[in-house]
């Protein structure tokens, strides 16, 4: 992988799981797919997914608020709307913290 890029994409990684299983590259994507989908799915009907070593996905529901526009100071409501809340596991923050 490029470590001079910020990001990691769907391609760098089947690209990682080719090289290192052996399977075909159309393999590897389509295998990256079917579990980024799984995630998907799991999100849109309100799953909690726990992935062991990494952390925990889940829907939040924020309710309606009041917002202010920081250039005019104008208010604004914004909407209730669900968010996609991450919970590093306790590995992972050690691992980003040493």
């Known amino acids: 992988m ?19 299983l052996g399977i075909t590259r159309s393999e590897s994507v389509i295998f ?11 999100l849109v009907t309100k799953k909690l997914i726990k992935i062991s070593s990494f952390g925990t ?17 104008e208010e604004f409501q914004i909407s209730p709307r669900n968010v996609i809340s991450f919970l590093p596991s306790k590995l992972l923050k050690d691992k980003i913290n040493t």
């Not at 990256?32 to 799991?42: L, Y």
């Not at 924020?62 to 250039?71: D, H, S």
């Open 2 to 20: 490029n470590d001079t890029k910020s990001n990691l994409t769907r391609v760098e990684i089947a690209d990682t799981i080719y090289k290192e």
């Open 32 to 42: 990256v797919d079917q579990i980024v989908d799984q995630i998907i799915n799991s």
């Open 57 to 73: 996905l889940k829907i939040r529901f924020k309710k309606a608020r009041i917002g202010r526009n920081p250039k005019t100071n």
